[in-house]
């Protein structure tokens, strides 16, 4: 028995800006900082994966309420994700 490969769901910019509900404008600023991830389609167009609305709700949350800037931003979700990797190690161990 064989099962189609499923492609995980991609929103142009217009679409993933206003479900994240930011502007288009700080969505291509959140790529050029590479805190956002845009992937490249079959006929070459840019969308964005659905999971990176988490992506941007979490930066959002850390700009907000912590008024940090974008690239002080970037190396908090570097340091929460190195922080992760390491509970996770720290449970296998156990």
Known sequence: MTFPLVRAAR???DA???AAGVHPDLVTRLVALGLVEVTTG???TPGFPVR???TVARIR???DDLTLNYAAVGVVLDLLDRI???EDRLARRA
Request: aromatic share 6%; charged share 20%.
């Open 61 to 63: 949350r850390l700009h």
């Open 84 to 86: 992760d990797e390491l």
């Open 42 to 44: 079959p006929a070459g």
């Open 16 to 18: 993933f800006a206003a």
């Open 11 to 13: 929103l142009p910019l």
């Open 52 to 54: 990176e609305l988490a």
